[in-house]
C-alpha cells in the first residue's frame, strides 16, 4: 500500500548534478548525490550507465566525486574530486581500479574539460588577484589572513554563493594529464567561466567577464594554445557562456543575452576568422539555463534543452539555419544531456517521477529509462497531476489563457485547501523539481491540492508575455493567479482555505499578494525582494537585474521602485506570514526579508515568524544543510495547516 510523503523523505532523494557520455559508444557516466544517513552530509559518487539495458554500477567511492568527462578515445574518465583541503582534477580508467590525482593547485579546480589530443585538459582554477597590479604574480608566500580588510575596487564584489569577490580571479590553465603541469592562458582581474578547444586544438574558446568597474558583462574569446594572440569576437552581446566550435573550426555557437539583465537565453553563430555575431534561429529558441549544447554527429546541427511553454525539451536545431526539431518532448522538464554516435543521454523528470537518466536514439525515438536511483519513489502515495488552461486577465484590460499545474490528493473528487505555488524570476516557469518543493508532496498527502501557473512574466512563452511585468511586478501577474483560484472554486475544486507561497521572484509577489489583498488564509515568504531601491544596491545581481525590470536605476525610477516595493505597504498585511531565509544569501540579502518581518511586527498585530538559516545561500531550500532544508518544509507544512485551516 503506497504512504504519503513526508518531509524526511528528502533524506531518501537521489539527484544527478552531472551527466556525459562515451563519444563512440554512448555509455554514460553521472555525477549522484545522497545524503549520508548518519551525518546528513551529501555525498556525490560517480555511476556508470550503460544503455544496452544493463544496470547501472557505482564507479567510484569518493564523498565528492563530480564533473566527470569522457576521454576523447572512452577509455577513461576525468573528474573533480575534494579528497583533501580543495577540489582536484582525477583520472580513473573505464575498466575501474583506483583513481589517479593529476593536479595539486592550492586553490583547486573549479572545471575541467579535455582538449582533442586526449593528453591535455582545460582547467580553472581561482587566483589571488592585486586589483591594482591585476597583471603582476601575486607573491607564493602572499599572506592574506582572514581579519584583512577587504577592498571591493569594481561590481559585482560579490556573488551568491561563492561570497566576496574582491580579490580573486578565476583563470584558464592547460593542464598536462601525464605530468600534472599547468600553463595559465589568461591573466588579468577577471573570471573565465567556460571553454573550448578548436576541434584542431590549436586555440581554445572561452568566456570571461569584462574588467573595469562594472564586470558582470560577458564576452566570447579566442586564444592560442600557446596563450598567444588572445583576441575578443562578441562586443555587443550582454552575457555569453559554453562556446562550441563548429567541426570544422569556422563558427563557435555559445549561449547568451544582447540586453543587459535578460535572463533569457538564446543561441548566437559567431565567425571566427571576422568576429561576425549573428543571431542562431528566433529568440523564440530559449535555452535552459546550465544545460549543455552538442553538435550531432556529421550532422550541421546541434542538440540543446530548449524551454517552450513551461516544458524543457531536447531539440535539434538546424546551423546555420536555426530550424528547430523537437525529439524529447511532453509534460517534462529534462535538465542536461549528452551526445554520443550512438544517441542521446538525458535526465529527466516530472510532477509523477523523481530525476533519471534515459536514452533515446539520434532522433528521439527508442526513450528508455535506464536508472532507478529513486525507486524509493515507487512507494510513495503519487498525486493526479493535470495541465490546465486558465481564462485570466491579461493587464491590458482584456483576457488571455495561460498554463497551470494542478496537482490533487490521488482520487480526490471534491474541493480542498490549495496552496498557490509563485515561481520564482519572473522570467522562469514552474519547475518540476522534488528538491524544491518536497512541501508539495507532504502537503497533498494531508489533502490539499497544489496550484501552479505560468502567469504572466514567466518565460518561454515568447518575448511578448515575459516583458509585460517589466516595470509592473505584481500588478498585473498577482490578478491571474487570484483569477486561477476562482476558477477552481467555480470548478468545485478548491474551498476557501487558500494560502500562497514563493521564493526569489515568487517571495517577492508573495509578500506583495499579503500586502495588497485578502486573499490567502497564510502565506510563507522565501527569500523574498521587498524593497526594490534597497535591493538593487545590496543584491550581487540587482544593480543590472532590477535596472533591468524596472526601466533604469533608482535615481531614474525611484517613485516606480518605491509604488512596487511590498516593504511600503507593510502595514496591510492581515495574512499570517512566515518568512525563510538564508542568512548568507548574497541574491536576495537578509536584510530584505528582516525589514519585511520588523514592519509587520512593528506596523500590525498580524502573527509573523522569520526563520534565518546559518550559512545559507540562495538556494538554501533546494542545495542547503539537510538538517535545515528538512526544517524549512516542515515549518512551512505546519505553519500552511496552522493557518489556514484555523
Given at each position: 500500500?503506497?504512504?504519503?510523503?513526508?518531509?524526511?523523505?528528502?533524506?531518501l532523494?537521489?539527484?544527478?548534478?552531472?551527466?556525459?557520455?562515451?563519444?563512440?559508444?554512448?555509455?554514460?557516466v553521472?555525477?549522484?548525490?545522497?545524503?549520508?544517513?548518519?551525518?546528513?552530509?551529501?555525498?556525490?559518487?560517480?555511476?556508470l550507465?550503460?544503455?544496452?539495458?544493463?544496470?547501472?554500477?557505482?564507479?567510484?567511492?569518493?564523498?565528492?566525486?563530480?564533473?566527470?568527462?569522457?576521454?576523447?578515445?572512452?577509455?577513461?574518465?576525468?573528474?573533480?574530486?575534494?579528497?583533501g583541503?580543495?577540489?582536484?582534477?582525477?583520472?580513473?580508467?573505464?575498466?575501474?581500479?583506483?583513481?589517479?590525482?593529476?593536479?595539486?593547485?592550492?586553490?583547486?579546480?573549479?572545471?575541467?574539460?579535455?582538449?582533442?589530443?586526449?593528453?591535455?585538459?582545460?582547467?580553472?582554477?581561482?587566483?589571488?588577484?592585486?586589483?591594482?597590479?591585476?597583471?603582476?604574480d601575486?607573491?607564493?608566500?602572499?599572506?592574506?589572513?582572514?581579519?584583512?580588510?577587504?577592498?571591493?575596487?569594481?561590481?559585482?564584489?560579490?556573488?551568491?554563493?561563492?561570497?566576496?569577490k574582491?580579490?580573486?580571479?578565476?583563470?584558464?590553465?592547460?593542464?598536462?594529464?601525464?605530468?600534472?603541469?599547468?600553463?595559465?592562458?589568461?591573466?588579468?582581474?577577471?573570471?573565465?567561466?567556460?571553454?573550448?578547444?578548436?576541434?584542431?586544438?590549436?586555440?581554445?574558446?572561452?568566456?570571461?567577464?569584462?574588467?573595469?568597474?562594472?564586470?558582470?558583462?560577458?564576452?566570447?574569446?579566442?586564444?592560442?594554445?600557446?596563450?598567444?594572440?588572445?583576441?575578443?569576437?562578441?562586443?555587443?552581446?550582454?552575457?555569453?557562456?559554453?562556446?562550441?566550435?563548429?567541426?570544422?573550426?569556422?563558427?563557435?555557437?555559445?549561449?547568451?543575452?544582447d540586453?543587459?539583465?535578460?535572463?533569457?537565453?538564446?543561441?548566437?553563430?559567431v565567425?571566427?576568422?571576422?568576429?561576425?555575431?549573428?543571431?542562431?534561429?528566433?529568440?523564440?529558441?530559449?535555452?535552459?539555463?546550465?544545460?549543455?549544447?552538442?553538435?550531432?554527429?556529421?550532422?550541421?546541427?546541434?542538440?540543446?534543452?530548449?524551454?517552450?511553454?513551461?516544458?524543457?525539451?531536447?531539440?535539434?536545431?538546424?546551423?546555420?539555419?536555426?530550424?528547430?526539431?523537437?525529439?524529447?518532448?511532453?509534460?517534462?522538464?529534462?535538465?542536461?544531456?549528452?551526445?554520443?554516435?550512438q544517441?542521446?543521454?538525458?535526465?529527466?523528470?516530472?510532477?509523477?517521477?523523481?530525476?533519471?537518466?534515459?536514452?533515446?536514439?539520434l532522433?528521439?525515438?527508442?526513450?528508455?529509462?535506464?536508472?532507478?536511483?529513486?525507486?524509493?519513489?515507487?512507494?510513495?502515495?503519487?498525486?493526479?497531476?493535470?495541465?490546465?488552461?486558465?481564462?485570466?486577465?491579461?493587464?491590458?484590460?482584456?483576457?488571455?489563457?495561460?498554463?497551470g499545474?494542478?496537482l490533487?490528493?490521488?482520487?480526490?473528487?471534491?474541493?480542498?485547501?490549495?496552496?498557490?505555488?509563485l515561481?520564482?524570476?519572473?522570467?522562469?516557469?514552474?519547475?518540476?523539481?522534488?528538491?524544491?518543493?518536497?512541501?508539495?508532496?507532504?502537503?497533498?498527502?494531508?489533502?490539499?491540492?497544489?496550484?501552479a501557473?505560468?502567469?504572466?512574466?514567466?518565460?518561454?512563452?515568447?518575448?511578448?508575455?515575459?516583458?509585460?511585468?517589466?516595470?509592473?511586478?505584481?500588478?498585473?501577474?498577482?490578478?491571474?493567479?487570484?483569477?486561477?483560484?476562482?476558477?477552481?472554486?467555480?470548478?468545485?475544486?478548491?474551498?476557501?482555505?487558500?494560502?500562497?507561497?514563493?521564493?526569489?521572484?515568487?517571495?517577492?509577489?508573495?509578500?506583495?499578494?499579503?500586502?495588497?489583498?485578502?486573499?490567502?488564509?497564510?502565506?510563507?515568504?522565501?527569500?523574498?525582494?521587498t524593497?526594490?531601491?534597497?535591493?538593487?544596491?545590496?543584491?550581487?545581481?540587482?544593480?543590472?537585474?532590477?535596472?533591468?525590470?524596472?526601466?533604469?536605476?533608482?535615481?531614474?525610477?525611484?517613485?516606480?521602485?518605491?509604488?512596487?516595493?511590498?516593504?511600503?505597504?507593510v502595514?496591510?498585511v492581515?495574512?499570517?506570514?512566515?518568512?525563510?531565509?538564508?542568512?548568507?544569501?548574497?541574491?536576495?540579502p537578509?536584510?530584505?526579508?528582516?525589514?519585511?518581518?520588523?514592519?509587520?511586527?512593528?506596523?500590525?498585530?498580524?502573527?509573523?515568524?522569520?526563520?534565518?538559516?546559518?550559512?545559507?545561500?540562495?538556494?538554501?531550500?533546494?542545495?542547503?544543510?539537510?538538517?535545515?532544508?528538512?526544517?524549512?518544509?516542515?515549518?512551512?507544512?505546519?505553519?500552511?495547516?496552522?493557518?489556514?485551516?484555523?
Amino acid at each position: 500500500m503506497p504512504t504519503p510523503f513526508c518531509a524526511e523523505d528528502l533524506r531518501l532523494y537521489r539527484a544527478i548534478s552531472s551527466l556525459d557520455c562515451a563519444p563512440d559508444d554512448g555509455m554514460g557516466v553521472c555525477a549522484v548525490q545522497s545524503i549520508d544517513a548518519g551525518s546528513g552530509d551529501v555525498l556525490t559518487n560517480l555511476w556508470l550507465v550503460p544503455t544496452d539495458g544493463a544496470a547501472p554500477q557505482q564507479f567510484t567511492q569518493g564523498d565528492a566525486d563530480d564533473s566527470p568527462r569522457w576521454s576523447p578515445d572512452g577509455a577513461s574518465i576525468a573528474f573533480l574530486a575534494t579528497r583533501g583541503a580543495s577540489r582536484q582534477v582525477y583520472l580513473i580508467a573505464r575498466s575501474g581500479g583506483e583513481a589517479r590525482q593529476i593536479t595539486s593547485l592550492a586553490t583547486g579546480v573549479t572545471s575541467a574539460d579535455w582538449m582533442p589530443d586526449g593528453k591535455r585538459m582545460l582547467i580553472c582554477t581561482s587566483m589571488i588577484i592585486d586589483p591594482e597590479h591585476p597583471d603582476a604574480d601575486p607573491p607564493e608566500d602572499a599572506d592574506h589572513p582572514a581579519d584583512a580588510p577587504r577592498v571591493a575596487t569594481r561590481l559585482p564584489f560579490k556573488l551568491d554563493g561563492p561570497g566576496e569577490k574582491t580579490n580573486t580571479a578565476l583563470h584558464l590553465h592547460v593542464l598536462d594529464m601525464q605530468s600534472g603541469n599547468t600553463t595559465q592562458l589568461t591573466h588579468g582581474f577577471f573570471d573565465v567561466t567556460s571553454a573550448e578547444a578548436s576541434p584542431d586544438g590549436q586555440y581554445i574558446a572561452y568566456t570571461r567577464t569584462r574588467e573595469g568597474r562594472l564586470a558582470h558583462r560577458s564576452d566570447l574569446w579566442v586564444v592560442a594554445a600557446d596563450g598567444s594572440g588572445a583576441r575578443q569576437l562578441s562586443r555587443d552581446l550582454a552575457s555569453v557562456q559554453s562556446p562550441r566550435w563548429s567541426r570544422d573550426g569556422k563558427s563557435i555557437v555559445v549561449t547568451g543575452s544582447d540586453v543587459d539583465g535578460d535572463a533569457q537565453m538564446r543561441l548566437w553563430l559567431v565567425a571566427v576568422a571576422d568576429a561576425v555575431v549573428e543571431p542562431l534561429g528566433s529568440d523564440a529558441i530559449e535555452i535552459v539555463l546550465g544545460s549543455s549544447v552538442r553538435w550531432l554527429p556529421d550532422t550541421p546541427a546541434i542538440v540543446a534543452v530548449v524551454a517552450r511553454s513551461g516544458r524543457q525539451h531536447l531539440a535539434r536545431i538546424s546551423v546555420p539555419g536555426g530550424d528547430v526539431t523537437p525529439l524529447v518532448t511532453g509534460d517534462r522538464h529534462i535538465s542536461m544531456a549528452a551526445v554520443s554516435r550512438q544517441g542521446l543521454l538525458y535526465v529527466d523528470q516530472d510532477a509523477r517521477s523523481p530525476q533519471e537518466v534515459c536514452c533515446a536514439d539520434l532522433q528521439g525515438n527508442e526513450q528508455k529509462k535506464l536508472t532507478q536511483f529513486n525507486a524509493w519513489w515507487n512507494d510513495r502515495l503519487l498525486p493526479d497531476v493535470q495541465v490546465g488552461r486558465f481564462d485570466v486577465p491579461d493587464g491590458n484590460g482584456g483576457r488571455e489563457q495561460i498554463d497551470g499545474w494542478l496537482l490533487r490528493p490521488a482520487g480526490q473528487k471534491g474541493p480542498t485547501p490549495v496552496l498557490v505555488d509563485l515561481h520564482g524570476g519572473p522570467a522562469s516557469y514552474v519547475l518540476l523539481d522534488f528538491r524544491s518543493h518536497v512541501y508539495w508532496y507532504v502537503l497533498l498527502g494531508l489533502g490539499w491540492s497544489i496550484l501552479a501557473v505560468n502567469a504572466a512574466g514567466s518565460s518561454s512563452y515568447g518575448r511578448e508575455f515575459s516583458a509585460r511585468v517589466l516595470g509592473r511586478w505584481g500588478e498585473c501577474d498577482l490578478d491571474q493567479h487570484l483569477a486561477a483560484v476562482d476558477a477552481l472554486r467555480s470548478d468545485g475544486l478548491a474551498d476557501e482555505r487558500v494560502a500562497v507561497t514563493g521564493k526569489s521572484y515568487g517571495g517577492y509577489l508573495a509578500a506583495w499578494a499579503v500586502c495588497t489583498t485578502s486573499a490567502f488564509k497564510a502565506a510563507v515568504v522565501s527569500a523574498p525582494v521587498t524593497s526594490l531601491e534597497h535591493h538593487f544596491g545590496t543584491s550581487d545581481s540587482g544593480y543590472y537585474s532590477d535596472a533591468y525590470s524596472m526601466g533604469g536605476a533608482p535615481w531614474e525610477r525611484r517613485d516606480l521602485m518605491h509604488r512596487l516595493s511590498p516593504l511600503e505597504r507593510v502595514e496591510g498585511v492581515r495574512t499570517p506570514t512566515l518568512i525563510l531565509q538564508g542568512d548568507a544569501d548574497n541574491r536576495c540579502p537578509k536584510s530584505q526579508a528582516e525589514a519585511f518581518f520588523t514592519g509587520i511586527m512593528a506596523g500590525t498585530q498580524t502573527p509573523a515568524r522569520l526563520v534565518l538559516y546559518p550559512n545559507g545561500d540562495h538556494h538554501f531550500f533546494e542545495n542547503g544543510k539537510t538538517d535545515h532544508r528538512i526544517d524549512a518544509v516542515q515549518r512551512c507544512v505546519d505553519w500552511l495547516e496552522r493557518w489556514a485551516k484555523a
